[in-house]
């Protein structure tokens, strides 16, 4: 059964950068959605990024708005982790990080951040940035 598990968070300052990774045990990923959400005290847990590559497509990646332009996600040449880099972060992305997946047919594309949508969710890293 597939298995995720997240690593790379830490305490930052503001305006710092971390690299989390999602890696996969039992499977390759790049047949799936991999998406990054986060929850943070007292909120609803959010979709941050995500990453699907449909057969005979380019990849289709998708961000928060809150995000745009300081986050990347990607994945590696195995195609057995996804990362998610976070750049120029900010307090407000204090938060419990969270890789998750689902078989790609089993997705629309537009629904990439949506979280009821995915099947397999790792245990979660701490990101804590402070000012």
């Known amino acids: 059964q597939l298995k995720l598990v997240e690593s790379g968070g830490g305490l930052v300052r503001s305006g710092g950068s971390l690299r989390l990774s999602c890696a996969a045990s039992?499977?390759?990923?790049?047949?799936?959605?991999i998406g990054w959400f986060r929850q943070a005290p007292g909120k609803e847990r959010e979709g941050v990024a995500c990453i699907s590559t449909p057969a005979g497509y380019t990849d289709y990646l998708d961000y928060a708005d809150s995000v745009k332009g300081r986050f990347t996600v990607s994945r590696d040449n195995t195609k057995t982790t996804v990362a998610l880099q976070l750049n120029d972060l900010k307090t407000d992305d204090t938060a419990v990080y969270y890789c998750?997946?689902?078989?790609?047919?089993?997705?629309?594309?537009?629904?990439?951040?949506?979280?009821?949508?995915?099947?397999?969710w790792g245990q979660g890293t701490q990101v804590t940035v402070s000012s």
């Open positions: 998750a997946a689902v078989s790609g047919p089993l997705i629309l594309l537009k629904l990439c951040l949506t979280p009821n949508e995915y099947d397999f």
């Open positions: 039992g499977v390759t990923l790049d047949t799936y959605a």
